[in-house]
Structure formats: structure tokens, C-alpha cells
């Protein structure tokens, strides 16, 4: 299981790089919908909606609201000079979600009572949880500056990356030294060792990046606080779909990818991570 888990995610690096840099922006979207998609039908199947017509419907209200984003996302960068401020509010509704998200993940398994049997609410946690996501990977592959083109694709990557090495090192270092229990209720298997561990190794990576970085107009302390704060939304992301699937009664969200399970389980922290450091990001750009 260990060695699997590596292996995928050596392969999920060079992949991922060669997207975030050679495809260009339509093929690029195309990509990046697909993986929402199959998120939406793995969305689905957690919160049990009945059966396959009912996945078909989910996955098509978010392919269309994609497609809808895509084509919002190219008309403000062609004729409007404060598309920021549309991300201002998408951003900020981001924030709320991750913040409500936080405190049912504190009060379950007695929050549950308020969501767990309303399909409406499952859905919609669910438009919160992927839509943020779709909008801050494109928004990010596509912003440049004046002084810096790649500022958003070296961005993207870093913060992939850097939330990858915080769960893989989480893992391991929970696997082999974890002996305290983080949320028993949410997450049995994950422990206050992994977690003191992963911040700690991912804070190292953030530092060097911030030293050594790529990217010149913004504040190296800047992105190094930015870092921080994404981890720590990172954390959440992890602990809301554990507790999604803990109440589904599921292991993984599915077995697309080895070692990893589902969709879902290998980017269920970047759901968090992504929108909160793209909002942060554009914040101290303007």
C-alpha cells in the first residue's frame, strides 16, 4: 500500500507539471473540468444519491456550471480591468464555506443531524467544495504580470506540490511514529504526530521556496505566510471528506488512482488549499 501510494505519486509530479506548463489554456481547462467532474461523481456516490441517473444529473450541473465559469473566466480577462474583484467575492464566499466546514468538522458527529439527510444540503456542500477549486486553478494558471508571465503557473505548481508533501508526509510520518489520535471521530487513522510532522516538513519546503523562488513580484514573506495559512486550509479539505465518508460509512471515495483511492481522496485538500492561496495571493497583488 506504501510503496503503491509513492509510486502514484511520483508519476502525479511530472504529469502534473507537464499540464501546469506545456497545455496550453483551452486543453488545460479541458483537463482540469474532467478531474472536477469525476470529483462530482465521486461526490455523488458518497452521499449515497440513489443511483447512476442521479450521478449523470450531478455530473452535468457541474459540467455546465465549468463550461459557464470558462466562459466568465475569458470575458473578464478580455473586457474588464477589475476582474480581481469578482474573485474578491468568490474568494471570500470560499472562506466561509472552509470556516463552516472547520466547525462541523469540530462538532461532528453531532453536526451531522443538520446535513446528512438533506440532499439539497449535500449538494450544494458540494457546489462549495469543487466550484472554488475549478475557478482558482484556472484563474491562477492564466494570471501573469507585467514583470513576470509565469507568476501564476510557478504559483499553481508550488502550491500543488507543497500540499502533496504535507499529506504524503503526514502519512508517513502518522503510519510509522503516530501513536495520538487527531479527530478519532472523523479520521481514525490520522494522528497528532502525522500532523505536527507534515506541517513541519511542508513549512521547510515553504521556506526554501520563499528563499529561493522563481517569482518576482511578490514579497518572499509573503508567500512563505500565504504558505502557512494553505496548509492549514489544507488540513480542513482532508478532514471534511473524512467526514463525509466516515458518515457515507466508506473507506475511499473510489479506486481511480493507486494507493490513493478516488479522485477525491488525492485532491480533497487542494479543494481548500487552492481558492484560499489564489484569493491570498491576488490580495497582495492589488
Request: with cysteine; glycine share 6%; charged share 10%.
Amino acid at each position: 500500500m506504501l510503496k503503491t501510494r509513492l509510486i502514484s505519486m511520483l508519476l502525479l509530479i511530472p504529469i502534473t507539471i507537464l499540464m501546469v506548463f506545456l497545455l496550453p489554456i483551452v486543453s488545460f481547462s479541458i483537463v482540469v473540468s474532467i478531474i472536477c467532474l469525476i470529483s462530482a461523481w465521486e461526490w455523488g456516490k458518497m452521499h449515497h444519491f440513489s443511483d447512476y441517473a442521479h450521478r449523470m444529473w450531478i455530473c452535468a450541473i457541474f459540467g455546465l456550471l465549468c463550461i459557464t465559469m470558462i466562459i466568465v473566466i475569458k470575458k473578464i480577462y478580455l473586457y474588464f480591468n477589475n476582474w480581481h474583484i469578482f474573485w474578491y467575492i468568490f474568494g471570500n464566499i470560499s472562506i466561509v464555506w472552509w470556516v463552516l466546514a472547520f466547525i462541523l468538522i469540530l462538532s461532528y458527529p453531532d453536526s451531522a443531524i443538520f446535513w446528512k439527510k438533506s440532499n439539497v444540503l449535500r449538494f450544494f456542500f458540494g457546489i462549495l467544495t469543487i466550484l472554488p477549486f475549478f475557478w482558482g486553478i484556472l484563474t491562477l494558471r492564466q494570471f501573469h504580470h507585467i514583470n513576470d508571465s509565469t507568476i501564476g503557473a510557478w504559483c499553481l505548481l508550488y502550491i500543488v506540490i507543497l500540499i502533496w508533501i504535507n499529506d504524503s508526509s503526514a502519512y508517513l510520518i502518522g503510519k510509522t511514529l503516530g501513536r495520538r489520535k487527531l479527530l478519532e471521530s472523523v479520521s481514525p487513522k490520522k494522528t497528532w504526530e502525522g500532523f505536527i510532522g507534515g506541517i513541519l516538513i511542508s513549512t521547510g519546503i515553504s521556506w526554501l521556496f520563499s528563499k529561493y523562488m522563481p517569482i518576482t513580484v511578490i514579497n518572499p514573506s509573503l508567500i512563505f505566510i500565504y504558505s502557512i495559512i494553505a496548509i492549514i486550509a489544507s488540513i480542513i479539505g482532508d478532514l471534511t471528506e473524512s467526514m463525509f465518508k466516515r458518515e457515507a460509512g466508506i473507506k475511499d471515495s473510489g479506486s481511480l488512482i493507486p494507493g490513493h483511492g478516488g479522485m477525491l481522496d488525492r485532491i480533497d485538500s487542494l479543494f481548500a488549499a487552492v481558492p484560499i492561496f489564489v484569493y491570498l495571493i491576488l490580495l497582495s497583488l492589488y
